[in-house]
């Protein structure tokens, strides 16, 4: 399993780009990049899903380099609602585990 | 529609005590989880399904006894509940495969007393 290692947490304010990388130096030649976002009292929700370079949806951009060893989640203009605990995925699908998560704290 | 639904909710018991916890998804997957949220956060894995095959048993007291009576279901039974199980139990989904995109139901949170 390809270890992540993230940030325990960050601060932002409103209207700012955050960008949370995480590490994965293990990472192996059939793994995704998979980025969840959880709540408080609610279950993570899928963010998006990377292989490499770069990929942008309607929430979120991910950005992976050439030796896929890290990749950054780029949130861009956080409101107060983007609060939540941000968590990074490596794998190939048959075993994914959940690290400790990035904490976004969004100030006004 | 709820993709991924589990009920009860807010479970509260009594040390001792047998629970069940119900998940059911409607989306197709043939993939169902089962993780456990401590007090601290920590997302833990206990139990993967892949077509009412058990795929991933963590270390998990043998007390926790999940049954999938098929794809769409899998329940999470808990005997002899201890103060130390009290955390917040989520069900999740996934169609199997290299990108395995999962989703995640809003979590049941136990309560032993």
């Known amino acids: 399993l390809a270890k992540t290692t993230q940030p325990i947490s960050m601060d932002s304010y409103e209207g700012q780009e955050v960008n949370i990388t995480c590490s994965h130096n293990?990472?192996?030649?059939?793994?995704?990049i998979t980025w969840y976002q959880q709540f408080p009292s609610q279950g993570p929700r899928f963010i998006i899903q990377?292989?490499?370079t770069k990929v942008t949806n309607e929430v979120a951009s991910l950005f992976i380099p050439a030796d896929r060893k890290s990749s950054t989640l780029s949130l861009p203009r956080v409101s107060l609602s983007d609060t939540a605990v941000y968590y990074c995925?490596?794998?190939?699908?048959?075993?994914?585990?959940f690290g400790a998560g990035t904490r976004l704290t969004v100030k006004p | 529609d709820t993709a991924v639904s589990q009920t009860p909710k807010y479970l509260v018991t009594q040390m001792g005590n047998d629970k069940s916890i119900k998940c059911e998804q409607n989306?197709?997957?043939?993939?169902m989880y089962w993780y456990k949220q401590d007090s601290k956060k920590f997302l833990k894995i206990m139990f993967s399904?892949?077509?009412?095959?058990?795929?991933i048993n963590e270390t998990v007291p043998n007390r926790f006894s999940p049954k999938s009576p098929d794809k769409a279901h899998l329940n999470l039974h808990i005997n002899s509940l201890e103060l130390g199980d009290s955390a917040v139990y989520f069900c999740?989904?996934?169609?199997?495969?290299?990108?395995?995109?999962?989703?995640f139901g809003a979590g049941t949170r136990l309560s032993v007393l």
């Open positions: 999740a989904s996934s169609q199997q495969g290299a990108k395995n995109i999962q989703y």
């Open positions: 293990n990472i192996a030649t059939n793994d995704y």
């Open positions: 990377g292989y490499k």
């Open positions: 995925l490596v794998g190939d699908g048959n075993d994914m585990r």
């Open positions: 989306l197709g997957h043939d993939t």
């Open positions: 399904y892949n077509n009412k095959e058990l795929i």
